[in-house]
């Protein structure tokens, strides 16, 4: 069913850097979560405290009730196995075929038999779609397809949480439509919690259930995608928006009278009630059942869209 993360006054420094501070959200169980925000934010960096592989000044992330900020080594070795993260390039093994980079966690970290292995491994091979490409080695096959068996191996030791650092960088915008659409059919197949760092705007509004957004060293928001999508936070509208003008600069050194000036000059700067028509949210594919969290989902939605149009 997914474990629910819970991150309280999260801040993190790198000798005089702070990269963000007093961040404090909760992932719940099974669900979508994207986290936004301009380069350099500290995105990557969040993913990897998450999973211990970073320590925080202050703070607690709590995972399946145990704060790992606090665990010893040994213990957070055990948290560890109920992640499954896939890195930017899939993290693959550049001299080993894809059937051993895949079955590789599984023989690092159980005493399956051969037999067991291989039928894992061959099932979750299925599940992204690279049944046949056994035998490939990494630099024989496309970035998608990289993708997507870094995706399988991180899918082999049954994760209950999988963060995803930038699934879609380097790939075209049909391969990253593919991608996103496996994405959403694995959430609805194996329930497991899901955090997605993105730059890609079109599918932070398709996919996710929730939506965070750092910047200047804050979490500027976290909440479902609707009440993001539909925010007249200036921060949030400009980085859903992909404009120039706004509160984000190409240094982040835009002051006050600057970020004023340039909102007045925007078409819409306060878009009316009812004007801002929420992007459907891509459904899993036919045969796959809907999780029940899709039913509540979808009146909340309406019920949104309902009281814009009475609001205007
Ligand atoms: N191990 C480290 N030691 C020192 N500084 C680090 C370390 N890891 C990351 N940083 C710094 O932390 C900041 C945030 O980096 P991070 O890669 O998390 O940003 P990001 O939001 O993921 O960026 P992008 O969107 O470009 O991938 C950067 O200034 C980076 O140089």
């Not at 995105?43 to 995972?63: A, E, M, Y």
């Not at 159980?110 to 490409?133: D, F, N, P, Q, W």
């Not at 960088?169 to 694995?186: E, F, H, K, M, T």
């Not at 969290?293 to 939605?301: D, L, P, S």
Request: overall charge negative; aromatic content about 6%.
């Amino acid at each position: 069913m997914g474990v629910e993360i819970c991150v309280e006054g999260l801040t993190k420094s790198f000798g005089h850097q702070v990269i963000w501070q007093d961040v404090s959200l909760t992932l719940p169980a099974g669900e979508v979560s994207v986290m936004l925000g301009p380069s350099g934010t500290g995105k990557s960096v969040f993913l990897k405290t998450l999973v211990g592989l970073l320590k925080p000044d202050r703070g607690s992330v709590t995972v399946a009730g145990r704060d790992i900020t606090k665990l010893r080594e040994h213990d957070l070795y055990e948290v560890r196995k109920l992640f499954g993260v896939l890195f930017q390039d899939g993290a693959l093994f550049g001299s080993m075929n894809l059937y051993d980079n895949i079955a590789f966690p599984l023989h690092e970290h159980t005493r399956k038999s051969e037999s067991e292995i291989r039928r894992i491994v061959l099932e979750k091979m299925e599940m992204v779609g690279l049944l046949g490409a056994e035998a490939k080695l990494p630099g024989e096959i496309s970035g998608g397809m990289r993708k997507r068996a870094g995706l399988a191996r991180a899918l082999v030791l049954d994760p209950e949480i999988i963060l995803f650092d930038e699934p879609d960088s380097g790939l075209d915008p049909v391969r990253v439509a593919y991608l996103n659409q496996l994405i959403v059919d694995l959430n609805a197949q194996i329930d497991a919690t899901f955090l997605i760092v993105t730059h890609d705007i079109a599918s932070a509004r398709q996919v996710p259930d929730n939506i965070g957004l750092l910047f200047r060293r804050e979490l500027v928001m976290f909440g479902p995608r609707e009440q993001l999508l539909t925010s007249d936070e200036p921060v949030v509208r400009q980085f859903l928006n992909g404009r120039m003008q706004g509160p984000i600069g190409m240094a982040e050194e835009k002051d006050a009278a600057q970020v004023e000036q340039e909102l007045a000059q925007i078409q819409e700067p306060t878009s009316p009630p009812g004007s801002r028509p929420l992007t459907p949210r891509l459904l899993p594919g036919p045969g796959i059942t809907r999780p029940p969290r899709w039913e509540a989902i979808a009146t909340r939605e309406a019920e949104l869209q309902r009281k814009e149009v009475a609001d205007a």
